[in-house]
């Protein structure tokens, strides 16, 4: 159970293309999903909170403009990268928390998407 | 915020018992913490989750003191597949909006 699917896996394109990447909770509604962002050899960065029916919360110096979050539904939030550029080259990985409440629901995650601007 | 501090790398033999401790003094009341797996281009996995005391499931235990400003994840007898980068991860929620901070992770290596 707790299985996210992200699409897609991998991502190359060029300077100036918006990607669209989706996060799926497959068997369980999530009311709050997360975004982070990684790069190679480092830990993962927290970029947005993705609330269902709600506005995102952007973490400082995450540009909302430039990524766009979408949580329409309790089983799917989008992150559209915007006109990417050579820096926002990275491992983006969502994920989603079962239920609402408190801080007892552990947070499952997907398999990333890498993206690769040219 | 309940910032995290791990062992930045640990190795260890196949059939060996190994324990990583992460270092969270800020911890919240009503945080709970959570061990995470992560290999090469995949998303972290859930490994165990705990409050407070042991916690023990198929994979692996978790070891919790009573002033829970650290915990001990204890993984039994690892293989080769083993080899991972592993996060402990304590939520913290800062009026109304969660805040994940992960740390820098320990990277276990698993030797024949």
């Known amino acids: 159970g707790a299985v996210v699917s992200q699409h897609p896996s991998r991502v190359i394109c060029k300077s100036g293309t918006s990607v669209k990447i989706e996060c799926r909770s497959l068997?369980?509604?999530?009311?709050?999903m997360f975004w982070y962002r990684q790069f190679p050899k480092q830990s993962l960065m927290l970029m947005a909170t993705?609330?269902?029916?709600?506005?995102?919360?952007?973490e400082q110096g995450v540009e909302k403009d430039k990524f766009l979050i979408n949580h329409a539904s309790l089983t799917l939030s989008t992150l559209t990268v915007t006109s990417a550029h050579p820096e926002d080259s990275s491992f983006y990985i969502c994920?989603?928390?079962?239920?609402?409440?408190?801080?007892?629901?552990?947070?499952?995650f997907g398999d990333g998407t890498r993206l690769s601007i040219l | 915020l309940a910032k995290t501090t791990q062992p930045i790398s640990m190795d260890s033999y196949e059939g060996q018992e190994v324990n990583i401790t992460c270092s969270h003094n800020?911890?919240?009341?009503?945080?709970?913490i959570t061990w995470y797996q992560q290999f090469p281009s995949q998303g972290p996995r859930f490994i165990i989750q705990?409050?407070?005391t042991k916690v023990t499931n198929e994979v692996a235990s978790l070891f919790i003191p009573a002033d829970r400003k650290s915990s001990t994840l204890s993984l039994p007898r690892v293989s080769l597949s083993d080899t991972a980068v592993y996060y402990c991860?304590?939520?913290?929620?800062?009026?109304?909006?969660?805040?994940?901070?992960f740390g820098t992770g320990t990277r276990l290596k698993v030797l024949a």
């Open positions: 994920s989603a928390r079962p239920g609402q409440g408190g801080s007892n629901q552990p947070q499952h």
């Open positions: 068997d369980f509604q999530a009311t709050t």
């Open positions: 993705s609330n269902e029916g709600s506005k995102a919360t952007y």
């Open positions: 800020n911890i919240a009341t009503n945080d709970y």
């Open positions: 705990g409050y407070k």
């Open positions: 991860l304590v939520g913290d929620r800062v009026s109304g909006t969660y805040k994940y901070i």
